[in-house]
């Protein structure tokens, strides 16, 4: 073996160490938004067709086997040019790290750890390329390496997934130490804990209930989308303090169980089920799945507690129909409410609506401006109305503090562009057939010269998926003058919805990227215009590979 064809392996596999890099950046990435389950990522990584990258491992698998064989045969500068002819994969690499994204990789020390285990084989690869320039490699050698270099990029995730076995033990421990302190600080602290759940709604309605509850009391919700057992435990390690008197903890789930280990944790006094609709299908099977998963916050509730759930709510209905404490139902069209909103309507970028509270001591009516927008909403609000009532606050208190609730971010929030005259309704955070279809109605009842919709569809209702996502483009038809979708494989069944009810064709652009969908607007919209963004998928579902 030849300097040359020495120096010519090393640098192909320093490259294939910098694709490799890239690689696993991109499947730890995957793995880290699907909460690190192994099992999803092979799922999604099937769907997206990258669990090999055919196109390229053939690529690669022929220049080195093409290297290998000149190497045997004396032809070392072809052997060599050919491993040369290898390195622009750590381009790729490069470029694959540096991939834009919806939600980036965050760099927790867990995924530290997972991304240098996952990548210790191919360092360790090109280690022993640079090891042996001095001394050369035999034929046989360099066969050898290549090879076993081509297998460690065709098999990156069984290599991320093995890496993860191999920590499991550690992190367990880790997280334990975590669980067992935030243990510890609520059995001190000792807040009021209230547990939210539902298919949606719930971060909007911890919110409202923050606004509520912190009109009267310390409160505390958990930040942002941290409903997940280990971001609950962050929550409580990190903000919860002496002075907090409640603690409202949003509750997700991704399987049976989820819901009830988080009330292991916290032992929440009053359970909130906001609503039970077709939200994670895919993962759970039915609709009578996901209802006995959120009920479990029911079943976990104290002799003392008290449920609060949704009137107009059939499912709902029957979860608080079992329940073993009291029930207090809020709702909308139910008469059968304690707590209800009549008259609601949306004036001036704000929703108006009269809070009937029926109790022991008759029924009162107070009025209500809120910056939130939509009827589901007012549904989240009167779900924190009903909290309020239950631990004992005054109407007017409760009253006035609803009308000091924000919208979270990205969930129907109105976002002014008075340079150019146009009103973005942002409510792209995960969408839903409910939240879609109430998100139609808020465009439809704004004043508009125009209404523009730009959406990727709607993910994870299993059978459904096709007819929900077909029905939501029959809804828009009857509300939008154009409509932008965002991948056209995914958004075949809206364009279907969208044409079949009656949308031409003209109004209906459909692009690969959020940003290409960005650029479009920057063209076509003028004054006037209201552009509702409904739903901006995680990077999981790109179907250009860099999100949304």
Known sequence: MTVFQGVAAAAAMIALAARMAGRQHRLLHLLQLEHYEGARLIVWLRRRRELFSMPELLALGALYGAAAGAAWVGAHWVAGALLLASMPIGVVGVSDWRRP?????????????????????????????????????????????????????????????????????????????????????????????????????????????????????????????????????????????PEHEAFVVEMGMYRRGDIGELCELTHPKIGVITAIGPMHLERLGSIEAIAAAKAELMEALPADGHLVTNADDPRCLEIAARAHVPVTLFGIENPQAQVRASGIRLIGGRTEFDLVLQGEGGRSVHRVSARLLGRHNVSNLLAAAAVGVVVGMEPERIAAALGSVTAPEHRLQPVANRAAGVLVIDDAYNSNPEGAAAALEVLAEHEAGRRLLVSPGMVELGEMERELNRRFGEQAAGVCDMVVLVGARRTEPIREGLVGAGLAEEHLHVVDSLTEASALLARVTRPGDVILFENDLPDTYAEDGAGG
């Open 101 to 241: 994204a919806v939600k980036p990789l965050v760099f927790t020390a867990r995924a530290k750890r997972l991304l240098a285990v996952s990548l210790a084989p191919v360092l360790a690869a090109a280690i022993i390329a640079l090891a042996v320039l001095p001394g050369g490699l035999s034929p046989l050698g360099l066969s050898i390496l290549l090879a076993c270099a081509w297998l460690l990029l065709a098999l990156a995730a069984p290599t991320l997934l093995g890496a993860g076995r191999v920590l499991a033990p550690y992190e367990a421990r880790i997280n334990r130490g975590y669980v067992r302190s935030a243990s510890q600080t609520l059995a001190r602290v000792a807040p009021l804990v209230v547990g939210v759940t539902g298919s949606y709604g719930k971060t909007t309605t911890k919110r409202c209930l923050g606004a509520v509850l912190g009109a009267q009391m310390q409160t505390l919700i958990t930040p942002a989308s941290f409903n997940s057992m280990l971001g609950v435990v962050r929550s409580i390690n990190e903000g919860l303090r």
